[in-house]
């Protein structure tokens, strides 16, 4: 069974940075892309970053694109969500997701296992 964890997620600043980590553990974590996405309350849940298998490509919503970086370790069966630079609007429950494929994707159905989310609060 598939398991992904969450965990790096608080109150900030605006202007502050967090790193979110990922565990996961249930299948090999190397085949799969992965990805980051969020849900803000009211808002349908939105992508925010994804990368590769390898880690060679990496793909990024243009709201968070120069501000956020996506990276793996794939010796630790965990991707990483370096956020930097955080504004209110980025405040949401951020969640870990593994891709069925090895290609990063940002379609949400292509992701068939997530995580339970962990809540980013950024105030003003």
């Known amino acids: 069974q598939v398991q992904l964890v969450e965990s790096g997620g608080g109150l900030v600043q605006t202007g502050g940075s967090l790193r979110l980590s990922c565990a996961a553990s249930g299948r090999t974590f190397s085949n799969y892309a992965m990805g980051w996405f969020r849900q803000a309350p009211g808002k349908e849940r939105e992508f925010v970053a994804a990368i590769s298998w390898t880690g060679g490509t990496k793909y990024y919503a243009d709201s968070v694109k120069g501000r956020f970086t996506i990276s793996r370790d794939n010796a630790k069966n965990t991707v990483y969500l370096q956020m930097n630079r955080l504004k209110p609007e980025d405040t949401a429950v951020y969640y870990c997701?593994?891709?069925?494929?090895?290609?990063?994707?940002?379609?949400?159905?292509?992701?068939?296992?997530w995580g339970q989310g962990t809540q980013v609060t950024v105030s003003s």
């Open positions: 997701a593994s891709a069925g494929q090895s290609l990063a994707t940002m379609i949400h159905s292509r992701y068939d296992y």
